[in-house]
């Protein structure tokens, strides 16, 4: 079964800087696209950002420009760069594999959660 292990989260202050990590178990991400999403209190899950293996990116209207995914194949690890962060993208971040679909919806991580407050 796949796993998947997010790291980074954090309280920051509005305008702060975080680095999001997300491990993967097998070769997953070498082999598909993967994907940040994220689920704030009483809200569904949110797509945030995606990258193909090749590493062209999609991102929600609200984090463009202040979000960026990349990608270590090697290392089978995603990342998300969130700066300028404000208090509504206060959440629990997730990853998957896929570009805007999710292929392991059975396999979700514990996720990390992210706290903007002054």
């Known amino acids: 079964q796949v796993q998947f292990v997010e790291s980074g989260g954090g309280l920051v202050q509005p305008g702060g800087s975080l680095r999001l990590s997300c491990a993967a178990s097998g070769s997953v991400f070498s082999i598909y696209a993967a994907s940040w999403y994220r689920q704030a209190p009483g809200k569904q899950r949110e797509l945030v950002a995606a990258i193909t293996r090749s590493g062209y990116t999609h991102y929600i209207d609200s984090v463009k420009g202040r979000f960026t995914i990349s990608r270590d194949n090697a290392k089978n690890t995603v990342y998300l760069q969130m700066n300028s962060l404000k208090p509504e993208d206060t959440a629990v971040y997730y990853c998957?594999?896929?570009?805007?679909?999710?292929?392991?919806?059975?396999?979700w991580g514990q996720g990390t959660q992210v706290t903007v407050s002054s």
């Open positions: 998957n594999a896929g570009f805007t679909t999710t292929l392991f919806n059975d396999s």
